[in-house]
């Protein structure tokens, strides 16, 4: 089996951003840089000639090239923060992508995620009881303006993730261009 996911790869000025962004934000379990991402669709784990029907019907989509911006901060979990991301500009080239993408892994007989699709970059994890709230909404509340600059986004990634005590470790396992 393989824990996989599909998803757009960031740049490297637009994760030290995200890294700066990340600074003072007090999650217990911050994500890594190097595992910052825009996931498309999380297929969980699938045995490997599944995975190979998926990848044909990943290849085989097609979607234009677009443009992409990180805007906001906030977190999921209501009256129990337990992730703390920044948010995804609007953009409908992103929801017509990563439609196609749900369908074409569906069509390959996969099960991704069926929890309804809100893009964003997770910055970290929250432990219950293991924060304070105040201070947490305050550090989000204080960042919620934050604003990247839009980003080129030319490819989507098949992505293999390993899970360890340190944290999570993924693997590139395919790259789908996009144009």
Known sequence: MIRAFVAIDLPD???LELRLLQQGLPVTKPVAPENMHLTLAFLGDVEEP???????AFAAIKAAAFDLALSGVAMFGGHRPRVVYAGVRENPALMHLQAKVEQAARRAGLTPDSKR??????????????????RLERAVAERADFA?????VG???LYRSDLRP?????????RYPLG
């Not at 340190?166 to 395919?174: C, D, K, Q, S």
């Open 148 to 152: 990247a600059p839009p980003f080129s």
């Open 13 to 15: 000025e637009l994760l």
């Open 50 to 56: 599944a995975l190979e029907e998926a990848h044909y």
């Open 155 to 157: 490819d989507f990634r």
């Open 166 to 174: 340190g944290g999570p470790i993924h693997e590139e396992l395919a």
């Open 117 to 134: 699709y809100i893009p964003h970059v997770t910055l970290g994890r929250m432990i219950p009881g293991r924060f304070d709230r105040a």
